[in-house]
């Protein structure tokens, strides 16, 4: 072959070929000029490090062009389906939105709103004004406020209330939340000193006794979120840590972690306390997040006494964490839905996975597996197995909810059986929608909890069939 057979056609002739000129309509013309060159560029470094280059062919470089462009057109953050079992999956954006948080999300992205803007006054306003009122019936508090996750929350109201001061915390409470949140870290940055009291496992009343002194800003209990401390324990009742607080004028403070606004035992949930318990108990300030129990957006709330949410909003960190007006306008709408206690279970999505029955899980497992089965053919093994889901976001981690998955192991004469989960596993993340599931005894296994409605289960089964082409 000669060297000119080789050649590829100028970069002009290659852009004027009418699949190009269409993938530049579609996708712009700097950026199909720039995957042409790199294609190019790609095919060149390959002709020059072989010994026997094969002749240029435009049929491929047009198709690398074209799967280049796609891939970069595809948004990077996109939906899946969350078949791990876990129901607040932190990794795969926590609490999926009510319709109602959509509908008020996509109204006030289309153009202005009042975020700041008091309409009856036609004056400025605060954004908080929005679901103030909301929380504060919610909760029993006299003020609220909110940031933009429970870790700026305790952040802000460490800033705001204990700057150069002394925050009293339970030796069994110095936790690591996950994603480098921990106690003893935030304490440190928002120029709070940090005093340790009691042990891992008990504290004491009369320990947060001898803590207490001129220099004590606020006493902060946190929640025992994602651990439990189990056998010879003791911790103080918030009512007596709140009276000690009080007698020694300090606020006492309590992050709370999750925060539901109901009682979830009303659904056979295990007990999780409440922001309106905390209040009641004489908290003075309750910090909790939006996005895990209470399924809402990311959000980290504050609700407590006038004076001292009056001197968190005005701390210079409020502005730099604050909410945006689609966290808002999701976070008023999700608020109102706790109005109504009664049809939570039907609106709100995060607690309808929560309480969803096993038998149901049970039925669309049953109903799903053949096509799961057909589409991965006589290697797969497809079997339907109880489970157990978990609530997730380090909420309640010591109790699992009763479930079923479609459970995908090899079968008994497969080659190269023992890596077969962990291929099967990719496979179903590259799908057009993902599908993440879980690895557990050998197998791949996807909870369908949180697979919900008609449209989601249509949507799961339409795409089986790509399965087929997938190499496991
Ligand atoms: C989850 C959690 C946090 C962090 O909340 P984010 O909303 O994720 O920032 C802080 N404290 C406790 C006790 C938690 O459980």
Redesign the pocket.
Known sequence: MTAAMLRPPSLDALLASPLMQGLASEHGRTAVLSTARQTLDLWRAQATASAEPAAFDVDHFEQHCQQTLQQQAAPALRAVFNLTGTVLH?NLG?AVMAPQAMAAVLAVMRGAANLEYDLAKGARGDRDDHIDGLLKELTGAEAATAV???????LLVLAALAERKEVPVSRGEL?E???A?R?PDIMRRAGAKLVEVGTTNRTHLRDFEEAMGPRTGLVMK?????YAIQGFTASVPIAELAALCKAHGVPFVE????GTLVDLRRWGLPAEPTPAMSIAAGANVV??????LLGGP???LLVGDKALIQKIKRHPLKRALRLDKMSIAALEATLKLYRDPDRLTEHLPALRLLTRGEAEIQALAQRLAPAVAQALGARARVQVLPCRSQIG???LPVDLLPSACIAIGAAADAKRAGRLPERLAEAFRALPTPVVGRIEDGQLRLDLRCLDGADAEAAFVAQLPLLQQARF
């Not at 910090?287 to 895990?292: C, E, H, Q």
């Open positions: 932190t926590r933009n996750n429970n870790a700026a929350a305790v936790v939340i996950g994603g949140f106690i946190v929640h025992a979120s994602n992050d709370l972690g999750s910090t909790f997040s939006g996005d895990k990311q959000a980290g976001s380090g909420s």
